[in-house]
């Protein structure tokens, strides 16, 4: 039987989470407490500054909460600040006048939940690479419990390594592995599913 995977779920995510999930059956945990500090809120692009983080802020109250009832803050135009910052990073990219708009068009909903959100982020990644959608968890299953490869086990390491592909600023920075797949959207398009293929994932923990 083929060894199963957990994930968090996660605003468009770094491109090993997509690689897990095309090597992988995955599943996505759906009830777990919110993380602060990570991808469910957060993604990596290249600006030409560098890499640079994009946090979703949350309403308060968001450490004690479920992943899907956790609310997402508007109180600041955190959304025109993303979209900039995605311009400045991907408007000269190959197939930024493809995509950008799309991904405006999901920011723009302004969704109450943050699990509504990264599900729409995550269906426009699926729908453009042709990955299955991974299923997610009905009810939270402890470390212990859960027979496959956990994102939540701390000392649960995985190398990925992915082929070069082409970025905006390698000129400056030379390749940056593992960003937010919209580095991979913006510069490769429909082609990014060939490097998710050619990508490896090694472990250095196994549960079985």
């Known amino acids: 039987m083929k060894q199963e995977a957990l994930i968090p779920f996660n605003y468009f995510g770094p491109i090993s989470i997509f690689g897990l999930a095309h090597q992988y059956p995955t599943q996505i945990e759906g009830q777990e407490t919110y993380q602060k500090r990570s991808i469910r809120n957060q993604m990596s692009i290249l600006s ?4 640079q983080k994009l946090s979703i802020p949350l309403k308060k109250g968001k450490n004690t909460l479920s992943i899907n009832q956790v609310e997402i803050a508007y109180e600041e135009d955190w959304v025109r600040d993303h979209l900039r910052s995605i ?3 991907y408007q000269s990219s190959s197939y930024y006048d493809h995509y ?4 405006e068009g999901i920011l723009n909903k302004r969704p109450q939940y943050l699990f ?3 599900q729409m982020t995550l269906d426009l990644i699926l729908t453009i ?5 991974p299923q ?3 009810t939270y299953t402890y470390c212990d419990d859960y027979q496959g ?5 701390k000392n649960l390491k995985f190398e990925f390594k992915c082929p070069i592909y082409p ?14 797949i919209l580095d991979l959207l913006f510069n490769m398009g429909p082609e990014m599913i060939s490097i998710i293929k050619a990508s490896s994932i090694t472990f250095s923990e196994q549960r079985v």
């Not at 950008?100 to 991904?103: H, Q």
């Not at 600023?169 to 390749?175: A, D, P, R, S, Y």
């Open 87 to 89: 311009t400045t990073a």
């Open 48 to 51: 030409p500054n560098g890499i």
């Open 129 to 133: 690479t042709g990955i299955e959608p």
């Open 116 to 118: 509504d959100l990264n």
């Open 149 to 153: 490869f956990d994102h939540r086990i």
């Open 100 to 103: 950008f708009y799309k991904i």
């Open 167 to 180: 970025q905006v600023f390698e000129h400056k920075f030379g390749f940056t592995p593992n960003l937010s």
């Open 136 to 138: 997610k968890t009905e």
